[in-house]
């Protein structure tokens, strides 16, 4: 029996991976808009800038890994969902999905920008515990 990679199969091209990114940014920024928590409202700021920042720092890497080809689609994907109590540990587990896929690969920068997104992540949801 072949045992799957469930890790990897998760990002089998480097547009979701981008696409991801792009979809956590819009997400990120419609909780800052809607949350009637201040701490929240700044921290989601926070998170969204620094999306905005892995969006170009990732989707570049990415660029690099597999030059001259580009990305070949953009998934943008946003649900309406209110409840923004879970969004900080989603980009929590994305990033650790994508350290993951990234050592597995031995693409090493990748690792580290996924590592930085984990700790944008993390810092939110203690950012999320204040009032
Ligand atoms: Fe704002």
Redesign the pocket.
Known sequence: MIRRDTTTENFGDYSSIASALFTFRVQAHFY??NTKSFAR?KAL?ELYDDLDDYIDSVSELLLGYQAPKRLDKLSVNVTYDTNEDQFPEKIVQFARKLEDFAAKNGLIELQNLAAEIEGSGAKAKYLFTLS
């Open positions: 800052h808009l409202h700021n």
